[in-house]
Each structure stands twice: as C-alpha cells, then as structure tokens.
C-alpha cells in the first residue's frame, strides 16, 4: 500500500460568520492550506468536500468551493457521514492516493450552520439518528440524545453533574488559548453548573455551539511528498465503523460501540498496543461533556467506569498521561459539523511539527497523535492515526 502523509493544514475562523458566503469561508482554510503546503492549485489531482449543509443554501458546495477556489477541472464530490463528515472526507482523500488515482488530494470541510434560525438547526440534527421512530415519534434533538447516555452512565457509574462539567472546564480553557475558536473565554466549575439545563443533565456549557467555519488538508502520497516537506505527518492507522439508527436496538448506552471498533481497526493498522504511552496528543469527539469521557474509554485511555479519574488528576491536560482537545474540542473550538474532523487532524498536525500557540503546545516525545470523531451517536466513528514516522 503507498503511504500517504499531511503536507499542509488550514482553518478559518471559527464562530458566527454572517461576514461571509460559504465558499469565502471554505476559501479561508484552502488558501492557508495551500500556502502551508506549497501546492498550487494546479497540482492537486482530487478535492473532496465535507458539509452536511442542511442550513446553507448552497445544494452543491463541492461545485462551488472548487470554481471559488480556482481547482477545476480537478474532480470532486461531497461526502457525508454527520459530525464525522470531516472525517470522511479525509478517508475519501487517501484511499484516492492510495489507490493510484491521485497524487496531491485535498480534503476541505465546511459549515454555515447560522444561516438558518437556531430552532431549525436543532431541529435538523434531531432528525440525524432514525428520523421515522425516534425524531417524528419521540422528538428526539441531539442534545437529548446524549443525555440519555449521561443519565445512564451516571446511574452506572455513579459520577455528578460537577464531573461532566471537568470536561468542559479543560476545553474552555484550552479554546481561551486558541485565537480560532469560537470561545476564548475560560469558565469555572460553578459557571457550567449554574447554566440553564438543556436536556437533563447536561447544561449550556455541557454542549458544542452551533458554528460556522471551515478546515482544509492536503495530502500527499510518499512518491511526491518530499518535494513539498520534511515534516509530514503520516496517516498511519484509520479505522471507520457504524452502528443501529436506532438508539432503541442498542445493548449499552454508557459506551458507543462503532468507536470501539474503529479504534481496534486504527491501532491495528498503526502497530498500537498500548494507547497510553504511544500518542503525545488526541482529539477527541466532545459534542456534549459525556460524550468525551465515553471517548476516553472507548479508546482504551481508561477503563470502563474510569474515564472521570483522567480529568480529576488532569491527565488530559498538557503535562497529563495523554493531553486532550488542546485547540479547545467541540466545546470551545467550536463543530461546524462538515469541518469539524478535518480541522481535528489539521490541530493535531500543528502539534506534531510543534507550531500551535506556545501555551497550547506540548511535548512531542513518540511523534503520534490521535483524531476520534463520531457522527450521530456512534452511527458513524472513524479513528485516524498520525505520525511523524512511517509505517
Ligand atoms: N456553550 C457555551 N456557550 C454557548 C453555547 C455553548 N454550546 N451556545 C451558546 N452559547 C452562548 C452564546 O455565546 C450566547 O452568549 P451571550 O448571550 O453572552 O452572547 C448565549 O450562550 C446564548 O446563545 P444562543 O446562540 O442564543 O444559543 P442558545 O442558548 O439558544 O443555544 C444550544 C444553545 C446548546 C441549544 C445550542 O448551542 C445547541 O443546540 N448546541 C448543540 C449543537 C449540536 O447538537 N451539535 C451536534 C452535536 S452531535
């Protein structure tokens, strides 16, 4: 199989952006993507587009973002897979250089999430599970969803309100850091929980925002990325699996299954056998404060029923056992939905080549890092590896 490493990274600013169309934004992120790797349009042989877009006006983003963009006549698509879209779009980018057809593929995700009022944003998320027996029966949005799987975990395991809120503390305050996130603002334990309840248990600042923004990357396949850089970033493990639309058919709410899976498929790939001591850094998938503890488990950072223990002795943080979301996550990054999974693997780029802001940088020891992004509540999960060395 021919190798396929990161060669250039960029991401807009994240947050409300009515100062421009969508493909102004997705432009953002391409052209600093471009610049950081040195490619011009010209040479890129596939673009692939990330965007759920339900709120946006635009039904063919791929189309427009690549005229904007100058890339035509280059090929290109849109790729879906919910919050993972991101994610997929990448894997789309490097099976086409694995595969042959392509040298140079750019994966660019994007969102205009505040271009519908908030109402029908929540509502069209809600629809993203089984629309016919759970959103038209039950009314299920997305933050009720994760909060069915917060009141089980909780009754499983015992855990509080105050230690889904350590999950957003850390990202807060890691987002207060990053001059792209959507909040910059660090928050005290006593402000998550004096937020106004969304869907019990989880409160405003257990949840993501609703974001615009986009992130671009560009991939290289081993035959030409030395003319671009010194410094790749190899993919060297992915792993996708899904699971039941219906949260109703599912065996255990405390966990999500189709992470677990793609995980296994990752670290197999990549040589990983213990993931605590192998990667420096992770993104994880932090939709909702539980949703990050889940991750921690289901990666096999901590045992099941354990994953609070990490965040009490801050081992999630720079200095900790496996430093975790330093670009703020979800939470105060931001999840524009399409872009949210390139712009996790365009982070954890910048942190393996050590160029993110100083007090967000940590130490680089094994050169590995991990992105985990989830769609729906596990219906989609890809895992992907990265690493300053090959395979
Ligand atoms: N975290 C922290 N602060 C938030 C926030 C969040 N998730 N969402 C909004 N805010 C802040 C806003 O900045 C604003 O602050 P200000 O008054 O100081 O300007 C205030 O809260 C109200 O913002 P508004 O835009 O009116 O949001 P809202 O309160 O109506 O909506 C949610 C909040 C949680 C309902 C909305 O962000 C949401 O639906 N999030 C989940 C998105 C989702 O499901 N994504 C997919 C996940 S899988």
């Known amino acids: 199989m021919r190798e396929v490493a990161v060669i250039g990274v960029g991401t807009s600013q994240f947050g409300k952006r009515s100062d421009v169309q969508l493909v102004e934004l997705a432009w953002e992120s391409i052209r600093e993507a471009l610049k950081d790797s040195g490619v011009s349009q010209k040479d890129v042989d596939f673009v692939v587009t990330g965007n759920l877009g339900m709120w946006s006006s635009e039904p063919l983003p791929a189309v427009v973002i690549s005229e904007y963009a100058g890339l035509n006549p280059t090929g290109t698509m849109k790729v879906e897979a919910a919050c993972a879209t991101g994610s997929a779009a990448v894997m789309v980018a490097y099976s086409a250089i694995q595969a042959g057809l392509a040298d140079i593929a750019m994966a660019v995700g994007v969102e205009k999430m505040n271009e519908s009022?908030?109402?029908n944003v929540v509502e069209f998320i809600g629809?993203?599970?089984n629309y016919f027996w759970e959103f038209q029966n039950f009314g299920l949005t997305f933050p009720a969803y994760y909060a069915l799987h917060a009141v089980s975990y909780m009754a499983k395991f015992g855990i509080t309100e105050e230690d889904l809120g350590l999950v957003?503390?850390?990202n807060h305050y890691y987002g207060s850091k990053n001059p792209k996130a959507q909040f910059q603002k660090p928050i005290s334990i006593e402000e998550?929980?004096?937020?106004?309840?969304?869907?019990?248990?989880?409160?405003?600042?257990d949840c993501s925002p609703v974001t615009d923004g986009s992130s671009c990357v560009i991939l290289a396949s081993e035959d030409v990325v030395r003319e671009y850089t010194d410094t790749p970033v190899w993919i060297r493990g992915i792993g996708t699996a899904s699971d039941t639309a219906n949260l109703s058919k599912r065996k255990e709410?405390?966990?999500l299954?189709?992470?677990r899976v793609a995980a296994e498929q990752a670290y197999k790939m990549a040589g990983v056998h213990e993931p605590l001591g192998f990667f420096d850094v992770a993104e994880v998938h932090d939709c909702f404060t539980i949703a990050e503890i889940m991750a921690y488990e289901d990666l096999g950072f901590a045992k099941q029923g354990e994953g609070v223990e990490l965040l009490k002795e801050e081992q999630t943080y720079i200095g900790g056992k496996i430093p975790v979301n330093l670009d703020g996550g979800l939470k105060a990054k931001g999840h524009p939905i399409g872009a949210t999974g390139i712009s996790m693997i365009a982070e954890l780029t910048k942190q393996l080549q050590q160029r993110v802001e100083k007090d967000r940088q940590t130490d680089i020891i094994n050169g590995n890092a991990l992105a985990h992004n989830v769609g729906g509540t596990g219906h989609y999960a890809y895992v992907t590896v990265l690493s300053l060395n090959r395979r």
């Open 117 to 119: 009022p908030l109402h």
């Open 127 to 129: 629809r993203a599970g």
């Open 168 to 170: 957003a503390v850390k």
């Open 192 to 205: 998550v929980l004096k937020s106004p309840y969304v869907a019990y248990p989880l409160k405003l600042y």
């Open 253 to 255: 709410f405390w966990g």
């Open 257 to 259: 299954k189709a992470a």
